[in-house]
């Protein structure tokens, strides 16, 4: 319910994509470390702020914020502390960087919060967190080394990114089809079609990438993308065995814990 579990595939994906331009360099700790809090302060402040809006269809995560609503408001205050103290050991790059998807978090959860549950604004929710999330886990890579591989790399993690909350989003209007979404917008077939759609694409590129290149790191970070997307698409596919205690959400959130099989 505290959602570490998406802090810390958060924080292992990084680590992953570091490994791809450092070699055996060291990994900068305060960058993980300042990434994990930014991921939990996030998530917590997004849920707190959907328990302030009387339309908003609660979840079994938004009733466990709202329960212990004020030891996390503490959690909260003390995770932005550690940020704080972390933010003079990062490079000037990674500080500016930090710095513009702050600045673009700050303005999505400002509009998430101005409008209502039901608003049209909220099917935007999905792809733009998707493009805030690829920001803080993958940017330092680009950052560090800028390759058209690492790039596609990218490219894909941003993909299966939104691939994964859509399919959350597919799976919650299941659950409660008086609920607004992207899912609820585009509709039960459209959404399944699109997840299927992201898994080829995802799959032929990384699969063309592994057979015509030789086998290096880097095609284990694609083979990883391979099965994060294709646990996904299982996932829609047989939705109705993962709606079952939530299931769809803790193997969701778990395929970002999938680089562990690389990066040690």
Known sequence: MLSLDVVFGAMICNIMFWKLSLSNAQISTPIVSILGFSVWIIYILDRLLDNQKTSQIKTERHFFHQKHRKILTV?????IIFCAIL????????????????????????????????????????????????MGVFSTTILNSFSISNLFVGLLFLLITFQNLLLFSLSEFKKNPD???LASYWG????????????????????YWIITNEFTYLSKVFFIEILMSFILLIISRFNDIFLLNDRYRWVGDGIFLLPLFIIF
């Open 179 to 181: 609920c607004h979404n």
């Open 75 to 79: 959690c909260l205050f003390i995770s």
């Open 87 to 134: 933010l003079f050991y990062l490079p000037y790059n990674i500080l500016i960087l930090g710095i513009l998807t702050t600045s673009t978090t700050a303005i999505y959860l400002y509009l998430t919060n101005r409008f209502s549950a039901d608003n049209n604004f909220q099917h935007y929710k999905e792809p733009i967190t998707s493009v805030v999330y690829t």
């Open 188 to 207: 039960t077939k459209k959404s399944h079609n699109i997840i299927i759609l992201i898994s080829a694409v995802v799959m032929t590129i990384a699969f």
